[in-house]
C-alpha cells in the first residue's frame, strides 16, 4: 500500500520516516509533551525507532500510519498525528501530539480531521476510538471537537483514561453537515 500525504488548509501530513527520529524522539521527550503521551516517561531512542518502523509497516499493510505535521509550504516539525492499533483491544487509536509552541492554534483538531477523513475514505475503517488520561482535558476537548463520542473512563496500565470513538456514518454525517453549513444550507443549526 502507499504512503498517502495528506493536506489542509494550514498544514501537510506526511508519513513519517526513518529521518524523522530525532525530531519525532526530541517532540516525545519534551517534558511537556511526554507528561500524557508516554506517562512521562523519558523514552529512549530505540522506543521511537521502535514507533516509526511500526508505522512504516502499517502504512504497508493497511495504508495507515503516522503522520510528521509541517505547515504548510515549510519543512518545521510542528508535531505528528495517527492511527495506530491499541493493544489490549485491537480497536485503532487516533493518536495526536504537537510541540508545546504550538498548542492552542487548533493544529490538533486540523490535523486529526485529516486523519479520520483519510481513515474513513481511503483505508474503509468502520470505527476509530481516541483515548487520553483524565487530566488532560485539552486533548479530551480535541476528541469532542472531532466529533467523538464519550464511551467511558476506564483504568489503563492503572491510569485513569477517557475513551472516545466515532464511527463512520456519524462521520460522514457530520461531515454532510459541515458542507451543507458552509454552503448555507443549514444554516447555524447543529444536531
Given at each position: 500500500?502507499?504512503?498517502?500525504?495528506?493536506?489542509?488548509?494550514?498544514?501537510?501530513?506526511?508519513?513519517?520516516?526513518?529521518?524523522?527520529?530525532?525530531?519525532?524522539?526530541?517532540?516525545?521527550?519534551d517534558a511537556q509533551v511526554r507528561r500524557f503521551l508516554w506517562d512521562d516517561r523519558v523514552i529512549e531512542r530505540c522506543v521511537a525507532a521502535d514507533v516509526i518502523e511500526a508505522s512504516l509497516a502499517s502504512?504497508?499493510?493497511?495504508?495507515?500510519?503516522?503522520?510528521?505535521?509541517?505547515?504548510?509550504?515549510?519543512?518545521?516539525?510542528l508535531g505528528f498525528a495517527g492511527l495506530r492499533e491499541i493493544a489490549e483491544d485491537?480497536?485503532?487509536?487516533?493518536?495526536?501530539?504537537?510541540?508545546?509552541?504550538?498548542?492552542?492554534?487548533?493544529?490538533?483538531?486540523?490535523?486529526?480531521?485529516?486523519?479520520?477523513a483519510h481513515g474513513f475514505g481511503a483505508a474503509a475503517l468502520d470505527r476509530i476510538a481516541g483515548r487520553t488520561d483524565s487530566p488532560n482535558r485539552a486533548?479530551?476537548?480535541?476528541?469532542?471537537r472531532l466529533g467523538m463520542r464519550f464511551e467511558g473512563e476506564r483504568l489503563v496500565d492503572g491510569r485513569s483514561t477517557l475513551h472516545y470513538a466515532i464511527e463512520r456514518g456519524e462521520w460522514e454525517r457530520r461531515m454532510r453537515e459541515a458542507e451543507q453549513r458552509a454552503r448555507g444550507e443549514l444554516g447555524g443549526a447543529r444536531r
Open positions: 500500500m502507499s504512503q498517502p500525504r495528506l493536506a489542509t488548509p494550514r498544514l501537510a501530513l506526511r508519513p513519517c520516516s526513518r529521518a524523522d527520529l530525532d525530531a519525532l524522539h526530541a517532540l516525545w521527550i502504512f504497508a499493510a493497511r495504508g495507515i500510519g503516522m503522520w510528521v505535521i509541517e505547515p504548510r509550504g515549510g519543512a518545521a516539525l485491537e480497536e485503532l487509536e487516533l493518536l495526536y501530539g504537537l510541540l508545546p509552541a504550538h498548542w492552542g492554534r487548533g493544529y490538533a483538531v486540523e490535523a486529526s480531521r485529516a486523519v479520520l486533548s479530551a476537548r480535541v476528541l469532542e
